[in-house]
Nanobody, 130 residues
């Protein structure tokens, strides 16, 4: 199983970027997908995440860090096993390496659903600067 992230780059303050992260490989399901970021000298922090509730006809649970609420939107395409992060009104303090994260339920040895494992993408650099 792999997570492949893309979409980072250099953008001016106030600009927009869209990050994508696709999961590939053989697995039973994806329980959650989201984005973390790590700025120089700081700890990695959760930016936004989507968690599948597991209940039919209910919406996924979505959460954001307070610093990005109203500016960032996380979404998921289940058919493509892909999570997106639309980042608008970018600020210099959004500069960081952004990491895709997913909780993926694998198949067990018997072919039935097995354990859920945490996976990370390779990171994509977002630089907000004039």
């Amino acid at each position: 199983v792999q997570l492949q992230a893309s979409g980072g780059g250099l953008v001016q303050p106030g600009g927009s970027l869209r990050l994508s992260c696709a999961a590939s490989g053989r697995f039973f399901s994806i329980t959650r997908m989201g984005w973390y970021r790590q700025a120089p000298g700081k700890q990695r922090e959760l930016v936004a995440g989507i968690t599948t509730t597991g209940v039919i006809n209910t919406h996924d649970s979505i959460n954001y860090d307070d610093s990005v609420k109203g500016r960032f939107t996380v979404s998921r395409d289940n058919a493509k096993n892909t999570v997106y992060l639309q980042m608008n009104s970018l600020k210099s303090e959004d500069t960081a390496v952004y990491y895709c994260n997913a909780g993926i339920r694998l198949y067990g040895a018997t072919g039935l659903p097995g354990d859920t494992v945490d996976y990370w993408g390779q990171g994509t650099l977002v630089t907000v600067s004039s």
